[in-house]
């Protein structure tokens, strides 16, 4: 009797000291919910974990889905057989094709079976050889490796090829963050970044309805509800600013319209990162790119917020950025043409080096900007995602 299984890799690193079950055992629940509807079983072993009991039409579902699992380094689709050798070796000759360069490598995990690992490398190559005489033996750069697993629960796994996964931290095990998340390329990435470390993600969008368009903000609940995919359960909160961009608009000097946006963002972002609980803001910042991106404006824009602010694509270079974004499946829809809040008021020509007292000198102008901030929480719109 042998089968198809898909056989799950996870890291070592998090394996080690006195978190490894809480880390396990966070895994073991993302991997149960993500195949949940999908008629299967999964063992969950010490060291592997293996995906069995499914109808071969389901398994690129399958696979497609534990991809989106962050704390999976690898899979690999396998066929399972027992522990006879006669079985192994006909499952074995199967799989290999008929010409070209082959090794065997094996693995015994199961310590008292009777073959060490040489001698099941040694006789399956034999049989191998013998029944396709056209195939040759090179141990150093084969064209066709075949992996044979021994474990301890009277399995042996025959698999040839290695699919790479998300990797990182099982999701929720990183504390939680509040992403910033605008319709751009560079958030999206930036929230991913930091759930693939295990950060949970709550993501808060800004928009200037009706200088923004609805389909803008839809923009930003369709990229939230893609990151969903890997962040399980995220919720997206929605806020206007036009409020306090009319009076930014009003009262301020035109070019340090970006910078006091920004300012005002981040204290609305650290007053819902406390409702939600979240420990830190995320936002999708990359050093340089735009005036508001240089030193300085961050520095300005940070001396508002008490929390961290991550911003893991700090030191990325924009193709590095669309790189992610094309793989994680968020550039197509971040690249749709619509506006962002940030747009709406645009100076010619932006600060590039605003300074903290100049700054506050503006913002002093508005003089009911706490009152500002507190109505536009209070229009806080939360939106579930998954
Ligand atoms: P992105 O591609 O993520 O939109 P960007 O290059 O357009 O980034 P900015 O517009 O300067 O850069 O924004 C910098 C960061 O500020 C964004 O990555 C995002 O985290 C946050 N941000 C910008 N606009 C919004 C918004 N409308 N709602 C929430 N966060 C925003
Ligand atoms: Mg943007």
């Known amino acids: 009797m042998s089968d198809n299984v898909i056989l799950i890799r996870f890291g070592e690193l998090y394996l080690k000291g006195k978190n490894k079950d809480y880390f396990e055992n966070m895994l073991k629940n993302h991997i149960t919910d993500k195949l949940r509807g999908i008629e299967c079983n999964v063992f969950f072993g010490r060291g592997r974990y293996v995906v069995k009991d499914y109808d071969a039409s389901v398994e690129y579902n399958i696979i497609s889905r534990l991809k989106h699992v962050f704390g999976i380094h690898s899979i690999s689709t396998a066929r399972r057989c027992g522990y006879d050798l ?40 034999e049989r191998i050889l013998q029944a396709k005489p056209n195939l040759q033996v090179d141990l150093h750069t084969p064209s066709y490796t075949i992996n044979v697993d021994v474990r301890e629960n009277g399995d042996v796994y025959l698999y040839d090829s290695t699919i790479k996964c998300a990797g990182g931290m099982p999701y929720g095990t990183g504390g939680k963050g509040l992403l910033l998340l605008s319709g751009g390329i560079d958030s999206p990435v930036a929230g991913y970044m930091m759930a693939k470390r295990g950060m949970s993600i709550a993501a808060l969008h800004f928009h200037s309805y009706p ?51 920004r300012r005002f963002m981040m204290r609305i972002a650290q007053k819902i990162a406390g409702k939600f609980g979240c420990g830190c803001l995320i936002n999708g910042e990359s050093l340089g790119q735009v005036a508001s991106q240089t030193l300085e404006s961050i520095t300005v824009t940070n001396a508002v917020v008490d929390i961290p602010v991550f911003r893991p694509c700090i030191g990325m270079d924009k193709d590095e950025i669309i790189d992610i974004a094309e793989n994680i499946g968020t550039f197509k829809k971040s690249i749709e043409p619509y506006e962002d809040c940030c747009t709406v008021f645009l100076p010619e020509f932006p600060l590039i080096k605003p300074t903290i007292d100049k700054v506050e000198e503006q913002e002093a102008r508005i003089n009911d900007y706490n009152e500002l901030i507190n109505r536009a929480i209070a229009g806080l719109e939360i939106i579930q995602l998954t």
Not at 213 to 224: C, F, R, V, Y
Not at 228 to 256: D, F, M, R, V, W
């Open 86 to 125: 006669d079985e192994i070796a006909d499952l074995a000759i199967q799989m290999t094709p008929n010409s070209g360069t082959f090794r065997v490598t094996s693995h015994r995990s199961y310590k008292k079976y009777p073959l060490n690992s040489l001698q099941i490398n040694m006789q399956l190559g």
């Open 211 to 261: 200088y923004t368009s609805e389909a803008a903000k839809q923009k930003a609940i369709d990229l939230a509800k893609i990151l969903g995919e890997y962040c399980p359960s995220i919720k997206l909160a929605c806020i206007s600013l036009t409020e306090i961009q009319e009076a930014i608009h009003n009262n301020c000097k035109p070019n340090y319209m970006i910078t006091l946006v």
